[in-house]
């Protein structure tokens, strides 16, 4: 069971995964029951933006919010007024997915009249095995970073251990001993730990200590098959 605020604004460094967390996130949420949006405020990164996912989103009636069609893909700051109303008036689950380290969490700062009238889970994805959030220092760097572009605090991690095609299951374990340490440095809590269905028949609940969010890879190479959702 994830306990998790109405609103959920992902962040974090570029690579750590968050628009694939964001997205498979969004589709867990949504096949539980719950009413779900998802805001692409990823507006300074052009790979792997939730707006690649859109065909699938909508395939389950997931609404998603997106930067105007003629800007689609522009690598431009472009926010919709539509983020605002999510923000405003938030479904069950709202997702903001966010661009990366502090020229990605900058926009939220734009938000902030909105955002201060809400209680959010504002969640950082850690992956030890990317550059820049491999060692605890890096990790907190890559916090306050966010903090300060954001103005908001962040309130909770996403464990991300993998290494995509070349994880294994040392990997994940390993990556979240990585995380835990990090979350008792900071005195956040572990919100759910993101791994590939793949691994699933290998795991039991007292690997972790917190929920597990399946991970179907829908944001591929174009060489790459997407998982069906």
Known sequence: MFNLEKIIIIVGNYGS????????????????????????LDLVNPYFRTRDALNQLNSL??????????????????????ISGMIKSPSPCTILDVGGE????????????????QTASVLQVVNPFRPFSDTIKGCFKILEGVESASKLKINGLIANPNLIDDTKLETIEQGYEFVKAFADKTSLPIKFIAISENFLPKITNENFLCPILPIKRQLVPPWKEKVKI
């Open 17 to 40: 995964g968050k628009t694939e967390i964001a997205v498979n996130l969004a589709i867990n949420r949504k096949i539980a029951g719950l009413e779900v949006r998802i805001g692409d």
């Open 61 to 82: 009636n997931i609404d998603v919010v997106i930067p105007p069609t003629e800007y689609f893909y522009a690598d431009l700051p472009i926010l919709s007024p539509k």
């Open 102 to 117: 502090k020229a990605g969490s900058a926009v939220l700062a734009a938000l902030g009249e909105y955002l201060k009238l």
